[in-house]
């Protein structure tokens, strides 16, 4: 069964919504979770590090304030798309590792934005 | 810097052909993690294979069967065979060092035609 659970895997919304995406870890506790971004007919590009109990780490580029994440529990992490627009239509995936560093990974089902 | 390149955009093949999806990867890292995964347009990634840099050993799996060489820093993926069903985008990774972050190639289209 899925060891990372990604919810919703497709929403549709206005521009100037706000979008929350859960990514859940099912069968361990995760106290880093990661976030990437697909546009379309592109590669997968790292968003940000969510560390639990702690403030995230972004990548070059991504602006903290329009994605914002929330790591409140070792088996759960947010991330919300403030004020979206049609720009920021994408596929979004998060992932874990079991353990650090032993490449053991698992990623979610994945969550398709659409931005009117 | 860690990267990886896929050099083949896309590649069409008729059924029954075999295909090799090629990877080159750069790392400065003795220890690193090279993965394969497929992504059907259904946008869930597959789990393809995860290999880590002490074992070179070539792998086969069914139809699937990779070709891991550090003297040339590639992790070729070879289908056998093709089925209509493989058609989907690959990606390559790169699982670095001490670092967690998964870096992607920029992935291969692979579309088998009946």
């Known amino acids: 069964g899925a060891v990372v659970s990604q919810h919703p895997s497709r929403v549709i919304c206005k521009s100037g919504t706000s979008v929350k995406i859960e990514c859940r870890s099912l069968d361990f506790q995760a106290t880093t979770m990661f976030w990437y971004r697909q546009f379309p007919k592109q590669s997968l590009m790292l968003m940000a590090t969510s560390n639990e109990g702690s403030k995230a780490t972004y990548e070059q580029g991504v602006e903290k304030d329009k994605f914002l994440i929330n790591h409140a529990s070792l088996t759960l992490s947010t991330l919300t798309v403030t004020s979206a627009h049609p720009e920021d239509s994408s596929f979004y995936i998060c992932?874990?590792?079991?353990?650090?560093?032993?490449?053991?990974?698992?990623f979610g089902e994945g969550s398709r934005l659409t931005v009117l | 810097a860690q990267k990886v390149t896929q050099a083949q955009t896309e590649i069409s093949v008729v059924e029954k052909e075999d295909v090799t999806l090629d990877c080159v990867y750069e790392?400065?890292?003795?220890?690193?993690?090279l993965f394969w995964y497929k992504q059907p347009p259904s946008g869930e990634l597959v789990f393809l294979i995860r290999r880590n840099s002490f074992d070179e050993q070539n792998e086969i799996s069914g139809r699937y069967s990779w070709n891991f060489q550090k003297s040339t820093s590639s992790f070729n993926f070879t289908i056998t065979a093709s089925q209509v069903v493989d058609s989907a985008v690959y990606f390559c990774?790169?699982?670095?060092?001490?670092?967690?972050?998964?870096?992607f190639g920029k992935g291969t289209k692979l579309t088998v035609n009946p």
């Open positions: 992932s874990t590792q079991r353990t650090p560093n032993t490449g053991e990974l698992f």
């Open positions: 990774a790169l699982l670095s060092g001490g670092s967690e972050k998964l870096v």
């Open positions: 790392t400065r890292d003795t220890t690193y993690y």
